[in-house]
């Protein structure tokens, strides 16, 4: 692993020829992150998160690595669009009310085949219903709520998603599916976001830290008994083919349970800002946007070409995409990244000239992609490809 400055150094030269904005991929760090990433599944196949990525040429170059099999995805055309692309399992991990999809899907085998979609609720099932074209047999996964309640549930931990909370409750959708003509239970599916995703190792906020890691072993040993009730309780209903759980930050603690059959993972192939605070795992940055140097105001600042990327989220400082090299730099308070333009203060600006780059992380992992129609993937101080994202292809799913 080399230097910051290092780094910076060579991707100043590999992109010389280039206009910038422009966004690289370090495929160096890619190929160690996901490399690390099988290492803490310890044996347990990896679902690719494709919001994540949101770049086909990536999901394929991971596919093809040994450890990762299956692309989880975020909407129903993308789904399909995958699938018709080559993607032989693909897990839509969020409930569709797309009657154009379903049409489709349930009048095509080979779709039918390819794709699984998650259900929480009785009605989605019907709306698939009422969408058919054709007789195919829907597979169905069923998402479990791994929120923690506390206080007779007056006090809940984690993400709004599935209404499905008790063994009881999966169970009993279960059995309706089952049921019903037309679909296969083939999955259950529990994504923890207040342990994959909140880091426990805060710079500078040692108390908070140590909360998280409370909440984070309170929640962890709750999901872990509750996940195995659920699977147990859903097995007596249909045959599984797979349970899958997890998130980039809690991968090794997930895969530990013996319910969870595979992990979802996608942020750790990139390593955006918001993963640097994990203490189980510390990974490469591996996409970078640079943005020019187009103005010196004075000393001590610069101004880049535009930049005001933030992420999704609850807003806050931490959703801002990092000045990250040359290291020193930071927003100015007033005006933040801005829309056109944004300055940066500090030290290191007096060293930037007219034209020279400056090189952010965006705090999330895929969403970088929506602001750039491709990446270039550098090797060493060369780039080797350029290849569209999602948005250089003309998707923009969401």
């Not at 809690?250 to 992990?263: K, L, M």
Request: overall charge positive; hydrophobic content about 45%; glycine content about 10%.
């Amino acid at each position: 692993m080399t230097s910051p400055a290092a780094d910076r150094a060579r991707y100043d030269r590999a992109t010389a020829h280039l206009e910038a904005p422009l966004a690289i991929v370090d495929l160096a760090a890619f190929d160690a992150n996901a490399a690390d990433l099988v290492r803490r599944a310890g044996g347990k196949p990896i679902r690719v998160a494709s919001k994540s990525v949101r770049c086909r040429a990536l999901l394929d170059r991971v596919l093809a690595m040994d450890g990762f099999a299956g692309v989880m995805s975020f909407t129903l055309p993308e789904s399909i669009w995958l699938a018709r692309g080559g993607v032989t399992d693909v897990l839509l991990a969020y409930p569709s009310t797309d009657r154009a999809g379903f049409a489709e899907l349930t009048g095509d085998p080979e779709l039918a085949a390819r794709i699984t979609v998650l259900v929480d609720d009785p009605a989605q099932l019907q709306l698939i219903d009422a969408a058919r074209t054709g007789s195919e047999r829907v597979r169905v996964c069923l998402e479990l709520d791994t929120s923690l309640r506390l206080l007779g549930g007056r006090l809940r931990v984690g993400a709004r998603r599935s209404p499905l909370h008790s063994p009881e409750q999966v169970a009993a959708l279960a059995e309706l599916v089952h049921r019903r003509p037309g679909f296969t239970l083939v999955g259950l599916m529990a994504y923890e976001g207040h342990i994959a995703g909140v880091g426990d190792q805060v710079a500078g906020r040692p108390v908070r830290s140590r909360l998280v890691r409370l909440m984070q072993a309170r929640a962890g040993a709750e999901l872990a008994d509750r996940r195995a009730a659920v699977v147990r309780a859903v097995r007596r209903v249909a045959e599984l083919e797979f349970v899958n759980g997890g998130g980039t930050g809690s991968v090794q603690r997930t895969a530990a349970e013996a319910a969870v059959t595979e992990i979802a993972a996608g942020s750790g192939l990139y390593v955006p800002r918001l993963f640097d605070n994990y203490r189980s795992f510390r990974g490469r940055p591996a996409a970078l946007f640079a943005q020019p140097v187009v103005r010196r105001p004075g000393v001590g600042v610069v101004t880049v070409l535009g930049g005001g990327y933030p992420a999704s989220g609850a807003a806050g400082r931490d959703r801002l995409p990092e000045p990250y090299l040359p290291a020193g730099l930071r927003y100015d308070p007033q005006e933040g990244a801005g829309e056109v333009q944004t300055p940066l203060l500090g030290p290191a600006a007096d060293d930037l000239l007219i034209g020279d780059r400056v090189w952010f992380r965006h705090a999330k992992a895929g969403e970088l992609c929506e602001r750039f129609a491709e990446l270039h993937l550098v090797e060493g101080d060369r780039v080797v490809a350029t290849v569209p994202t999602y948005r250089g292809e003309g998707r923009t799913f969401l």
